[in-house]
């Protein structure tokens, strides 16, 4: 594809409830990232994927979140149990991973809330 | 660690007057520099970003920002304002392997 797409745009959901956000990065990007929007609080880094092993997912908030990459492409955020602090707007990034300086290209975003 | 600092989350200019948006950072080794906007209901794009090459970056749609080492600043600006920048910018800071730090942001209004 063009570019970054997230899918739903936008997701309601019940507190308790186990939601999947969907990420398909650029094709023939290996670094997918994962980045969470709060309202005042800029973006807070979540997980980054190389291929489909995540290096580093010190920015998991909590064992409620997780993510996999399969294919080296799609990504899925489950955030399990979901509460109302996890409401906002979740991003998606992809890289060609060429190196250090590699530009990130966003998604659109998902734009969660939790009543 | 590696940390962004943008100051002022809202900034107000008037059309073609200079825009000037603030960003300091710190970092424990030479650090790679970015500055990405996002317009309302859109992604973030990325507008220049600085890799130890020449310290004025140049960017898109107008914008550039100069890497000052002693001041630990990336500081982006603009000459004239157009009403098309309202926006929200963000300062970002690498220290390489992939990992980015975002600012909280920076509003930007344009004032016709």
């Known amino acids: 594809g063009a570019g970054v797409s997230q899918s739903p745009s936008n997701k309601v959901t019940e507190k308790g409830k186990d939601v999947e956000l969907r990420c398909d990065p650029i094709?023939?990007?290996?670094?997918l990232y994962w980045y969470r929007q709060s309202l005042g609080q800029g973006l807070e880094f979540l997980i980054y994927f190389q291929g489909n092993s995540a290096p580093d997912k010190s920015g998991l908030p909590s064992d409620r979140f997780s993510a996999e990459r399969t294919g080296g492409s799609v990504s899925t955020l489950t955030i399990q149990r979901t509460q109302q602090e996890d409401s906002a707007v979740y991003l998606c990034?992809?890289?060609?991973?060429?190196?250090?300086?590699?530009?990130?290209?966003f998604g659109p975003g998902t734009r969660l809330t939790v009543l | 660690a590696q940390s962004v600092t943008q100051l002022g989350s809202h900034v107000s200019v008037s059309e073609g007057a200079l825009v000037l948006l603030r960003c300091n950072y710190s970092s424990s080794v030479p650090p790679y520099l970015f500055w990405y906007v996002q317009y309302p209901n859109q992604g973030l794009q990325l507008l220049l970003k600085y890799t130890s090459a020449a310290t004025l970056v140049k960017g898109i749609n107008g914008f550039e920002a100069e890497f000052k080492k002693s001041e630990t600043s990336f500081h982006l600006t603009k000459p004239s304002a157009h009403m098309s920048d309202a926006a929200e910018y963000f300062c970002a800071v690498s220290e390489g392997y992939q990992k980015v730090t975002f600012g909280i942001g920076t509003k930007l209004q344009v004032i016709p």
């Open positions: 990034a992809s890289s060609l991973s060429e190196g250090d300086t590699d530009t990130q290209y």
């Open positions: 094709s023939g990007h290996t670094a």
